[in-house]
């Protein structure tokens, strides 16, 4: 069974601009969450996704944005960029026992 | 709102030496407990769980976490590490947010980063 899968792995972006990020769960996962990683505010939750509808959300601004489709792959989007949106963007995927499975992030560094 | 304190932030021990690295967390409703272990430009692996059932639990490399429902302690040891064992490690709790639903919230503790030294 293949992991949660999360592309681009690595991304850098200029101020201002927009991003998008895509991540893949394991088969038959319905539900899947974002993190944000940061050396100075540790793994910070986004928001969780489940059957295409935003469950749950962390408290971040508007800026920050996601969706799921129909086959439980999500998105999640930066618009407008600022520096302190470099970070680690981890994914994870609800497994039956409750447990979390995660990708491998993706690293965006916005200069 | 529940929270998840990891009380160490670097935990350096040499190797073959017993390690524990502490997790309480503030919660007085229903709770699933885990341990994620973080090596560097990676995401974060699943060590061990508890969900119900007996409070030890342990992961197929040697760790063990025991729930203590009255001091909410998730504490989770190793009576010898190894090299290998040096990564960051991250405490979560996952509370009953919603019954009919089942929705949960998981949250993470500040993460201890564990450093064996030979």
């Known amino acids: 069974k293949a992991g949660v899968t999360q592309t681009p792995r690595y991304l850098i972006k200029t101020r201002g601009q927009q991003v998008t990020l895509s991540c893949s769960p394991i088969?038959?996962?319905?539900?899947v969450s974002w993190y944000q990683q940061t050396p100075g505010q540790g793994l910070q939750f986004l928001f969780e996704y489940f059957s295409e509808t935003q469950r749950n959300k962390g408290n971040f601004p508007g800026r920050f944005s996601g969706r799921q489709f129909s086959n439980s792959r999500s998105e999640m989007n930066v618009s407008t960029l600022e520096l302190g949106d470099s970070a680690l963007y981890l994914c994870a995927s609800e497994g039956a026992g409750r447990e979390a499975f995660f990708g491998q992030g993706t690293r965006l560094t916005v200069v | 709102a529940q929270s998840v304190t990891q009380l160490d932030s670097q935990v350096p021990v040499f190797e073959e030496a017993p390690v524990e690295l502490r997790c309480n967390y503030s919660?007085?409703?229903?709770?699933?407990l885990f341990w994620y272990v973080q090596y560097p430009n990676q995401g974060l692996q699943l060590l061990l769980k508890y969900l119900s059932g007996s409070t030890l639990v342990e992961s197929i490399n040697g760790f063990e976490a025991e729930f203590n429902k009255s001091q909410t302690s998730f504490h989770l040891r190793k009576p010898s590490v190894h090299i290998s064992d040096t990564a960051e490690y991250f405490c979560a709790v996952s509370i009953l947010l919603e019954g009919y639903t089942g929705r949960r919230a998981l949250t993470f503790g500040s993460g201890t980063r564990l450093q064996v030294q030979p």
């Open positions: 088969s038959g996962h319905r539900s």
């Open positions: 919660s007085s409703v229903s709770v699933y």
